[in-house]
């Protein structure tokens, strides 16, 4: 079983950036694909953005441009830069790590966009 701790969120006024950090428990998501997703209000949940053990990055298309995701495997970490926010951004963000072909996922942590 992975657990992680998830910080970084907030509320954040438009133009603003946060960074999002998700830490895993244990040592086994740092040989692993980890991500983000994001669920806004009322919506399903949407993928955002992924990082390979090796740094190879896929994003989302609403995550293109403004998002950037990094990984410290020492540290069995993963982060979400956010920058130029946008109250659409507004949504609670999940980190997750891909073991075997299965998704284990965070808590979720609340981002809110003002405008």
């Known amino acids: 079983q992975v657990q992680f701790v998830e910080s970084g969120g907030g509320l954040v006024q438009a133009g603003g950036s946060l960074r999002l950090s998700c830490a895993a428990s244990?040592?086994?998501?740092?040989?692993?694909?980890m991500g983000w997703d994001r669920q806004a209000p009322g919506k399903q949940r949407e993928f955002f953005a992924t990082?390979?053990?090796?740094?190879?990055?896929t994003y989302g298309d609403s995550a293109k441009g403004r998002f950037t995701i990094s990984r410290d495997n020492a540290l069995n970490t993963v982060y979400l830069q956010m920058d130029s926010l946008k109250p659409e951004d507004t949504a609670v963000y999940y980190c997750?790590?891909?073991?075997?072909?299965?998704?284990?996922w965070g808590q979720g942590t609340q981002v809110t966009v003002s405008s």
């Open positions: 997750y790590c891909i073991i075997r072909g299965h998704d284990y």
């Open positions: 244990g040592s086994i998501c740092r040989n692993n694909t």
């Open positions: 990082i390979t053990s090796g740094g190879v990055t």
